[in-house]
């Protein structure tokens, strides 16, 4: 499977931005779907997923409260609805299969939060 990662953008602290995650190759709701991200000079790390049947979210607590995850089938994409945005979300956004990233890594979309 591919992903292609868009939606990103720069917006103001306490602002939303809505990223999208197209699937190339599989199904979303053939595995769990996960969204990660890596901020300048850290490493990349899971943030949220959404499990086979949809019906199970997971968030760290960073994000809990802040960000959603969602997926349309008929899509075949998955979402990260994310609101009252910080300066700390700062970073490239992407999405894989699985929760550590079963298949290759898309090229991501930026989210830069900065006043």
């Known amino acids: 499977a591919h992903f292609v990662e868009s939606g990103g953008g720069s917006v103001q602290p306490g602002e939303s931005l809505r990223l999208s995650c197209r699937v190339f190759g599989s199904t979303v709701s053939s595995s769990v779907m996960s969204w990660h991200r890596q901020a300048p000079g850290k490493a990349r790390e899971l943030i949220a997923s959404?499990?086979?049947?949809?019906?199970?979210?997971t968030y760290v607590d960073d994000v809990k409260d802040r960000f959603s995850v969602s997926r349309d089938n008929a899509q075949n994409t998955v979402y990260l609805q994310m609101d009252n945005l910080r300066s700390e979300d700062t970073a490239v956004y992407y999405c894989?299969?699985?929760?550590?990233?079963?298949?290759?890594w898309g090229r991501g979309t930026q989210v830069t939060v900065s006043s």
């Open positions: 959404i499990s086979r049947r949809g019906t199970k979210l």
């Open positions: 894989n299969q699985g929760l550590s990233g079963n298949s290759p």
